[in-house]
């Protein structure tokens, strides 16, 4: 028996051949050189996403994301009085713009996303007093 390495698909197979005597002379086979199988792509590499504010850190009632997606506008600075209904940040979600509006009448006490940035649903956007 000899043995013999094989690859198929770019995995690597150990074979082993049993030669047979035969009265008619056998083809030789010559082992060609591997090709090198290219390494798979690197996965897509999102935005680095900010550490979630601690509950301690917050003044006031936080504004948080209705839905996963990216900030794509923020609408208010820190210190703008707002009133029950007016938007805050803009989100984009699959090629929508989804509206962040906040809860009450107020004054903006702290933005704590910056545009661009992900959010999954739930995050802090921003702070209301």
Same mark, same amino acid.
């Given at each position: 028996m000899e043995t013999y390495s094989v690859t198929v698909n770019g995995i690597t197979?150990? $074979?082993?051949?049993? *030669?047979k005597v035969s009265s008619t002379a056998a083809p030789q086979v010559t082992p060609q050189a591997q090709t090198?199988? &290219?390494?798979p792509p690197p996965s897509p $590499?999102?935005?680095? *996403?900010?550490?979630p504010v601690a509950a301690a850190e917050l003044t006031g009632?936080?504004?948080?994301?209705?839905? &996963?997606?990216k900030?794509?506008?923020? $609408?208010?600075a820190e210190g703008a009085v707002v009133k029950a209904?007016?938007?805050v940040v803009i989100l984009e979600a699959m090629k929508m713009e989804i509206p962040v509006v906040s809860p009450k009448d107020g004054v903006i006490g702290q933005i704590v996303t910056a545009e661009g940035s992900p959010v999954e649903a739930g995050d802090v956007l921003a702070t209301i007093r």
């Open positions: 197979y150990e $074979v082993q051949v049993e *030669k090198p199988v &290219a390494a $590499v999102s935005a680095p *996403k900010a550490p009632e936080a504004i948080t994301a209705g839905a &996963a997606g900030v794509w506008k923020i $609408v208010v209904g007016d938007t």
